[in-house]
């Protein structure tokens, strides 16, 4: 995906290799989430380092690994030995137009094996997950030297929240910045995907695709591509997100990155505060203050996590990290809002017409929510059709219902109040 406003004419655009919004897939029951540890071999939970940040960080292995860190204003830990090939930067390439083809050569991923990141790169997990029709995701970040990431502070600095409140906390990471997330089935990779953030307002992303042999990933056609995927237990179909999948999900008013914000990433991993490791490694200009705000509930289980908070909760903390950076002030889809901390009233969804109207399998309904009747209610219906074409949620890069999702939303709606408030 080529998220830029200026400076490219159109015509290169689709020469970009799209990356970022959720692929698909089918087949049996692979886990009913994104693990977000180790199903695709990045690991590093406890201290993976990061270029140029705090922490004595390990000295990584010919794995190209790097333990854990400790201290603090250490430098990070370097590399392990790779291969022959010529291994770049782990930064958006100089000619946007001209990625590297290889994904062991972009210095994102140790060279000796590209399932696992860099020694520079911190892998992370998130409380809500972006729902990805059963593949399990490992994520991680690296930062550039000197890079840190910002994050926003409604009270201190009010220009960081334009669009209200419920964006404190969220996280702006510096330019240089590259987000990398791999997609994986029964343990066997499919994709990997790197969002480069190239200059102040603009990120790019491409996608590479696995080989059959899990020994290297290669650039996926910026059109998109379908394929059926054998993981050696099942085949699953599996779909390579297009450019103008990724522009649509990861637009600049839902954060460009999704996924990293305090109430996302306030979670305990290994004993220790995730935001505590990584205020610990030296990533924050200023860390989120304490204490950190409130973590979003899972919220259904997934990856060995058990769902948890109050039905109300569970539907809102899946609303918000599967819809909330379309559905928002600013957003794509700006006319109602599903981040997590807007009162009801203020969504402007009970009770309110849909705007893209009914569905093609519930024709007489028009309406986003009904409180008390979910299957009156547009969100949920939508939620549970599997074509895109014929109405689905999300729109984009998923063929696949999700089961938990759809309940818990439906759980949420059946047990509100008639009245709108």
Not at 13 to 25: I, R
Not at 78 to 85: I, K, M, R
Not at 230 to 237: D, L, P, Q
Not at 336 to 348: H, S
Request: with cysteine; aromatic share 6%.
């Amino acid at each position: 995906m080529l998220h830029l406003k200026t400076g490219f004419a159109l015509g290169l655009v689709s020469l970009v290799v799209a990356c970022g919004s959720e692929p698909s897939s089918s087949g049996g029951a692979a886990g009913a989430g994104q693990s977000g540890a180790s199903t695709a071999g990045m690991t590093g939970t406890a201290g993976s380092a990061v270029s140029g940040a705090g922490g004595s960080a390990g000295t990584g292995s010919s794995s190209g690994g790097s333990s854990g860190a400790s201290g603090s204003g250490g430098s990070a830990g370097t590399g392990g030995g790779g291969g022959t090939a010529s291994v770049g930067k782990c930064a958006p390439p100089v000619d946007v137009f001209s990625p590297i083809t290889k994904l062991s050569e972009t210095g994102c991923v140790d060279p000796a094996n590209p399932s696992k990141p860099s020694a520079t790169a911190v892998s992370y997990e998130v409380n809500s997950p972006l729902w990805s029709d059963l593949a399990d995701k490992t994520r991680a970040f690296v930062l550039p030297a000197g890079g840190k990431i910002h994050v926003r502070n409604c009270t201190v600095t009010p220009t960081d929240c334009p669009n209200g409140a419920a964006d404190e906390g969220r996280w702006d990471f510096p330019v240089g910045a590259v987000m990398i997330k791999t997609f994986a089935f029964d343990s066997k990779l499919v994709e990997t995907r790197l969002f480069m953030h190239v200059d102040a307002t603009n990120w790019i992303g491409y996608s590479y695709q696995w080989d059959e042999a899990q020994k290297e990933a290669t650039l996926a056609s910026p059109d998109g591509a379908s394929v059926m995927f054998n993981t050696g237990t099942r085949t699953v179909s599996w779909h390579y997100p297009s450019q103008m999948d990724c522009m649509n999900c990861h637009n600049a008013a839902g954060g460009s990155t999704l996924g990293p914000e305090t109430a996302q990433m306030n979670r305990t991993l290994a004993a220790t505060n995730q935001i505590d490791r990584l205020a610990t490694l030296g990533v924050f200009e200023t860390p989120p203050a304490k204490p950190y705000k409130a973590a979003l509930v899972a919220p259904y289980a997934f990856g060995g996590m058990p769902a948890d908070g109050t039905t109300e909760q569970k539907a809102r903390s899946y609303l918000h990290g599967n819809c909330g950076f379309c559905h928002r002030p600013g957003g794509n889809y700006p006319n109602f809002d599903f981040r997590n901390d807007i009162a009801l009233k203020e969504m402007n969804i009970c009770n309110a017409d849909a705007k893209k109207g009914a569905i093609e399998n519930a024709p007489g309904k028009t309406k986003i929510l009904v409180p008390g009747k979910e299957t009156d209610s547009v969100l949920w219906l939508r939620m549970n059709e599997a074509d895109p074409l014929k109405g689905r949620m999300p729109q984009v890069g998923s063929f696949v219902v999700d089961p938990d999702a759809a309940k818990a939303v439906g759980d949420w709606i059946k047990a509100l109040p008639a009245a709108c408030p």
